[in-house]
């Protein structure tokens, strides 16, 4: 069983910058081949920050428009989630996400999914 830990959350000014960390405690019977962030904000549903599926593609949400880059995360590496010039808008419970990548004896792709508890991320105007 694996359980994601995040940190680095806070309160920043409008304009300023975060960087959130993940670490993983337990052990993958495979290795974690998905890792990534969600965010939620109150009154909504949690959206896709960053997703990377490891020696393929790295996916960010629209509203991050080259603000925020994913990182680490090679290994025992922790992986990061570095922010910048944060607007009022990116307040919410930031999530880490890691996923395995198991296949049926069909050759059928399975997901299975753990995620942290989370890190509030505070953003004042």
């Known amino acids: 069983q694996v359980q994601p830990v995040e940190s680095g959350g806070g309160l920043v000014q409008s304009g300023g910058s975060l960087r959130l960390s993940c670490v993983a405690s337990?052990?993958?019977?495979?290795?974690?081949?998905?890792k990534g962030w969600y965010r939620q904000a109150p009154d909504k549903e949690r959206e896709l920050v960053a997703s990377?599926?490891?020696?393929?593609?790295?996916d960010y949400g629209d509203f991050v428009k080259g603000r925020f880059t994913i990182s680490g995360g090679l290994g025992e590496e922790p992986l990061y989630l570095e922010m910048n010039n944060l607007e009022p808008e990116d307040t919410g419970v930031y999530v880490c996400?890691?996923?395995?990548?198991?296949?049926?004896?069909?050759?059928?792709?399975?997901?299975?999914?753990?995620w942290g508890q989370g890190t509030q991320v505070t953003v004042s105007s």
């Open positions: 990377w599926i490891i020696g393929e593609r790295i």
């Open positions: 996400h890691l996923g395995e990548i198991w296949y049926t004896e069909g050759n059928e792709k399975k997901f299975v999914d753990y």
């Open positions: 337990g052990t993958s019977a495979i290795p974690i081949r998905i």
